[in-house]
């Protein structure tokens, strides 16, 4: 019973990860245009990375539990999780705007290294994402309501 009511920690550590990795694209588009963050520069785009954990985790751990006869399904808490949240290498973007007062001496402004496009479609990558882990844990929410209608 363990193990099937496991894939409600699951799921939802799925929609735990994919929300923060909405927010965080939100945070970059919102910032698309900060030329000056209190450390001094523009905004520097942030990106989630993401990790599993558990012991059921790996294809190599199911197969060593089939190797020594333990049970296959998962023995404990496993999902994913927000590793760390890094800023992007990329460089910034400079244009020339020497009536900004950001501008450096040579009249180059630095903006952020945001593409709206490429946030726009993490963004839904993440909603989908998020969308899949509700319905997963819609489907086991209806199974264990059948399994308790169930009369003996």
């Known amino acids: 019973m363990s193990s099937f009511l496991d894939s409600f ?27 000056r963050t209190k450390d001094g520069g523009p905004y520097i785009r942030k990106d989630v990375v993401l990790e599993s954990f558990g ?4 294809f190599a751990n199911a197969l060593r539990r089939a190797r020594t006869g333990q049970s296959t399904l ?9 590793k760390e949240i890094v800023e992007d290498s990329r460089e910034t973007k400079r244009v020339y705007d020497p009536t900004d007062p950001d501008a450096d001496e040579d009249g180059y402004v630095e903006y ?9 479609v993490d963004a839904m990558e993440a909603t989908r994402s998020y969308q899949a882990n509700v319905t997963a ?10 399994a308790m209608d169930i009369n003996i």
Do not use: C, H
């Open 137 to 146: 844990f819609n489907a086991v929410k209806q199974m264990t309501q059948s």
């Open 55 to 58: 012991e059921g985790t790996t």
């Open 9 to 35: 920690d699951i799921s939802a550590s799925g929609m735990s990860a994919q929300r923060v990795r909405l927010d965080v694209a939100s945070e970059n588009i919102a910032n698309v245009d900060t030329t």
């Open 112 to 120: 952020p290294n945001v593409d709206v496009l490429k946030e726009t």
């Open 74 to 82: 998962n023995t404990g808490k496993s999902g994913v999780r927000v």
